[in-house]
């Protein structure tokens, strides 16, 4: 039988401990590489949401993870792609009469920040305008257009790309 001395038991543990803590860091630098910010944020809200409230913020990323909102080059205007996506959102958020939506459009970095909110602000609003078309009353939906105030990082054309997207976060509503 091997005696150790405590030193060198909490030797071991030390660098156990720190190379659990590197592990878990470059865990969470693939977590985050690999999962885009507006899963991520969706993911945070809905701990607070009422269960009911969960599940059509959970549906709503599942239906969005990977996709989005498409809309012309430049232009607040819902391109086929585009509404074909709302029209498969429209069903979840009428299944819930109570929750509210923030609709948050964003931009990537590229021209002018007050553009960039304007065209931002003017793709929540399409979307917005669209979804009350299809039955949903706009009281219970809030546009906003955040431009490029919360941009993923990368400046090449595919970063800038994933930044130019429209995010859904679920609210509670009046019960």
């Known amino acids: ?3 150790r001395s405590r030193g060198t038991i909490g030797a071991q543990a030390l660098v156990l401990a720190s190379g ?3 592990w878990s860091l470059l865990t969470w630098i693939y977590v985050r590489r690999a999962t885009s910010a507006r899963d991520l944020r969706s993911s945070s809200v809905s701990l607070e949401l009422p269960a009911r409230t969960q599940f059509l913020d959970r549906r709503l990323a599942d239906q969005m993870r990977g996709r989005s909102v498409e809309f012309e ?3 607040a205007v819902l391109t086929p792609a585009g509404r074909a996506l709302l029209d498969e959102l429209v069903p979840l958020i009428l299944a819930d009469s109570s929750a509210r939506l923030d609709v948050n459009g964003h931009s990537d970095i590229r021209g002018s920040a007050v553009a960039n909110l304007q065209l931002s602000d003017s793709r ?3 979307v917005v305008s669209y979804l009350v078309d299809h039955g949903i009353p706009a009281s219970r939906l809030t546009p906003r257009g955040l431009g490029a105030t919360q941009p993923m990082p990368g400046d090449t054309a595919a970063d800038r790309q994933h930044n130019r997207y429209i995010e859904f976060r679920v609210r509670p509503g009046d019960t």
């Open 73 to 75: 080059v430049g232009r």
């Open 20 to 22: 659990l803590a590197a």
């Open 1 to 3: 039988m091997t005696t």
């Open 124 to 126: 929540a609003r399409a």
